[in-house]
């Protein structure tokens, strides 16, 4: 079984920073795709951003050049940077990973979810 767990939500003003982390653990044998959702309430779960396992990086219009993702491999760590945040930013925000167990397996993982606010 593998879990992801994201940290590093909070309350932020608007213009200010947060840095999101998602750590995967368990019978992991590698790991595919890192991708970044969020749903705001009463919204959609949109994807913000992703990034393949060579470093490729797609971005939703409404955060490119605001928002970076990136990913350590050895530490099974998703990150997502946001600068410049704006209250429309406020969501949800999820982790998603595609892995290969150690059985050869591959599934897809959710983390539980961390709150972004964003005051005005």
């Known amino acids: 079984q593998v879990q992801l767990v994201e940290s590093g939500g909070g309350l932020v003003q608007a213009g200010g920073s947060l840095r999101l982390s998602c750590v995967a653990s368990?019978?992991?044998?590698?790991?595919?795709?890192m991708v970044w959702y969020r749903q705001g309430q009463g919204k959609w779960r949109d994807l913000v951003a992703e990034?393949?396992?060579?470093?490729?990086?797609n971005y939703a219009d409404s955060v490119k050049g605001r928002f970076t993702i990136s990913r350590d491999n050895a530490k099974n760590t998703a990150y997502l940077q946001m600068n410049s945040l704006k209250p429309e930013d406020t969501a949800v925000y999820y982790c998603?990973?595609?892995?290969?167990?150690?059985?050869?397996?591959?599934?897809?993982?959710w983390g539980q979810g961390t709150q972004v606010t964003v005051s005005s």
């Open positions: 990034i393949n396992n060579t470093g490729t990086t």
């Open positions: 368990g019978s992991i044998l590698r790991i595919g795709n």
């Open positions: 998603n990973m595609g892995v290969q167990s150690r059985s050869l397996t591959w599934g897809t993982y």
